[in-house]
């Protein structure tokens, strides 16, 4: 079965500092990978998505993320980071084919910026 | 405005007094589902639906019950609710199932049961 480790439950960083937040898939087979972001009592807003293609994905409000196969990894940045970037960040993925249409999501990683 | 609302955003309860969730989208999507949410787990899905009339269990159906007889709607039944069903419940939809067809959330709903 697959699944979504995402390694920092909680990431503090200041102002315009870079970003990294960490994920681990595990899947025997290729998998489809997605970020989401939960701002405070809101729902998820889907940040970036790897289907296939080019590695290195962009998102909206300055995120990238890039896949890597030999790692399993899909770790989210962001270069800069803003005070409004404080959130909880999903990881999750999507096994192709299957027949429940699932997201996977990871526990979470809360992304907190101090000025 | 495209969205998936959800009623009510809080409520609180006592155990075995049956509540329903609603969950309404206006993007005509085929698919839809529902999640729980909670401290250190992430996300768990309940149940999920491919289109009227097609319903499946998720992860962790037990204790829940779903129905989809409009394309729009896709409530969620507590029976008898329990207190470890304490929790934040997301509404999800998409187009269709599948990983292309990107997953739009509801704003979520805060049940506390006592």
């Known amino acids: 079965a697959q699944s979504v480790t995402q390694l920092d439950s909680q990431v503090p960083v200041f102002e315009e500092a870079p970003v990294e937040l960490r994920c681990n898939y595990s899947?025997?087979?290729?998998?489809?990978l997605f970020w989401y972001v939960q701002y405070p009592n809101q729902g998820l807003q889907l940040l970036l998505k790897y289907l296939s293609g080019s590695t290195l994905v962009k998102g909206i409000n300055g995120f990238e993320a890039e896949f890597n196969k030999s790692q399993t990894s899909f770790h989210l940045r962001k270069p800069s980071v803003h005070i409004s970037d404080t959130a909880e960040y999903f990881c999750?993925?999507?096994?192709?084919?299957?027949?429940?249409?699932?997201?996977?999501f990871g526990k979470g990683t809360l992304l907190t910026v101090n000025p | 405005e495209a969205q998936v609302t959800q009623n009510p955003r809080y409520l609180i309860t006592v155990t075995g007094k049956k509540l329903t969730v609603t969950c309404s989208q206006n993007m005509n999507h085929e698919y839809m589902s529902w999640y729980r949410q909670d401290p250190g787990l992430g996300l768990r899905q309940i149940y999920y639906?491919?289109?009227?009339?097609?319903?499946d269990k998720g992860d962790v159906p037990e204790g829940y019950k779903v129905s989809r007889k409009e394309k729009r709607n896709f409530p969620l039944i507590l029976e008898s609710p329990s207190p470890n069903q304490t929790s934040l419940y997301f509404c999800?939809?998409?187009?269709?199932?599948?990983?292309?067809?990107?997953?739009?959330f509801g704003p979520g709903t805060r049940l506390t049961v006592l």
């Open positions: 899947s025997s087979v290729s998998v489809y």
């Open positions: 639906s491919m289109n009227v009339e097609v319903t």
């Open positions: 999750a993925s999507y096994p192709p084919g299957g027949s429940n249409y699932k997201l996977t």
């Open positions: 999800a939809s998409s187009l269709r199932g599948g990983a292309v067809f990107t997953q739009y």
